[in-house]
């Protein structure tokens, strides 16, 4: 005999989950927007895949900005300043979460996902 089906049971396998791959940091991001979207079809969770994912690499390049010790600039060979390649990451990653949000007919707050 096989056991009945229990509802719960069955709510749990349509759930989709996060990616493996995610930070610990993004998989929660990741879980409270599916939560708040209520229904994550294939085309939302790609993008939300693509939001955690894209905090993550924000995250990174935001890590190696606070480790070096000249804040995101540096000295070309003509002596002149320029903008640290992860410091560009970090504007590019944060420009594209909020696109992402966007799309998902989310509604961010100043100091969301900071």
């Known amino acids: 005999m096989h056991q ?3 509802i719960f049971d069955f709510v749990k396998k349509m759930t989709p ?3 493996k791959s995610l930070s610990r940091e993004a998989r929660k991001i990741w879980l409270q927007i599916a939560y ?3 229904q994550v079809d294939g085309s ?3 993008l939300l895949d ?3 994912q894209t905090f993550d ?3 990174a390049a935001r890590a190696e900005i606070a480790k070096s010790a000249d804040g995101g600039i540096f000295f ?3 002596k002149q300043p320029k903008v640290a390649p992860n410091v560009l990451i970090e504007q590019s990653c944060t420009l594209t979460i909020i696109r ?3 799309s998902l007919g989310l509604d961010m707050e100043p100091g969301d996902m900071v």
């Open 50 to 52: 693509m939001l955690a």
């Open 17 to 19: 989950k996060p990616p």
């Open 100 to 102: 992402l949000c966007h």
């Open 57 to 59: 690499r924000r995250q």
């Open 44 to 46: 939302a969770q790609l």
């Open 76 to 78: 070309d060979r003509f």
């Open 4 to 6: 009945p089906l229990k």
């Open 36 to 38: 708040e979207l209520d």
